[in-house]
């Protein structure tokens, strides 16, 4: 069965704290794999990642995909209030998107 | 260019009832995707619209059914709605159906089931 697993369910760390947000998938035919940041409603997104090792950045968040491991590592430095909400995670195959249950992070002033 | 959009925003409706909501892509988007969130949990996926044509569907009852038009919005019906269909259903568009590599989503409508 098709199915992508997100680690951790929730986090709370402080302002300036290094997060690491991990999710593994397995996919038949998979193609790209991709991190969403959900606020309040829609979510928003964030990277697309389809080549291991190559890695993503957007200001203080970047992302890598090892296709061998069949998983993928988003990271944030220097964490801020606003960058507290559900970072999701999807993989993509020919047919459908597989969302993981997402992380949930809670940045603390 | 404008994004993604859902109406109702929300919806509240009593067990029983049918419930209809809709969704506009991204102008150019063809297609068109419905995915439900229910408290706690993650996207699960209901449907996927490309072309005006069902391309594929989640493990949902049939009695969550849906159209995609010319325009290439899209309406989800949700018949003989129970207490568990509560959730947010967002609605996301890609451009087309060769080219699944991000989608956009919408709002969402938040339905409440009483």
């Known amino acids: 069965e098709d199915k992508v697993v997100q680690s951790p369910l929730s986090l709370v760390v402080h302002e300036g704290d290094t997060v690491t947000l991990n999710c593994s998938y397995e996919?038949?035919?998979?193609?790209?794999l991709l991190w969403y940041k959900q606020e309040k409603k829609a979510p928003t997104f964030l990277f697309m990642l389809t080549s291991s090792g190559i890695e993503k950045k957007s200001g203080r968040l970047s992302s890598i995909l090892d296709k061998k491991e069949l998983s993928s590592i988003l990271n944030i430095t220097a964490t801020q209030t606003g960058d507290s909400a559900i970072y999701l995670c999807?993989?993509?195959?020919?047919?459908?998107?597989?969302f993981g249950s997402g992380t949930k992070l809670n940045v603390k002033p | 260019e404008a994004g993604v959009t859902q109406s109702p925003t929300h919806l509240i409706k009593t067990r029983g009832q049918q419930a209809t909501l809709r969704c506009s892509p991204i102008s150019g988007h063809t297609s068109v995707y419905w995915y439900q969130q229910a408290l706690g949990l993650g996207l699960q996926f209901l449907l996927w619209y490309d072309e005006g044509e069902e391309r594929n569907r989640g493990n949902f009852p049939p009695r969550f059914s849906g159209r995609q038009f010319p325009n290439y919005s899209s309406e989800l019906n949700v018949n003989a709605l129970e207490l568990e269909d509560s959730a947010l259903y967002l609605c996301?568009?890609?451009?087309?159906?060769?080219?699944?590599?991000?989608?956009?989503f919408g709002p969402g409508t938040r339905l409440l089931v009483l």
């Open positions: 999807a993989a993509n195959n020919f047919n459908k998107f597989y």
């Open positions: 996301a568009s890609s451009p087309d159906a060769g080219v699944q590599e991000t989608q956009y």
């Open positions: 996919v038949t035919n998979f193609r790209s």
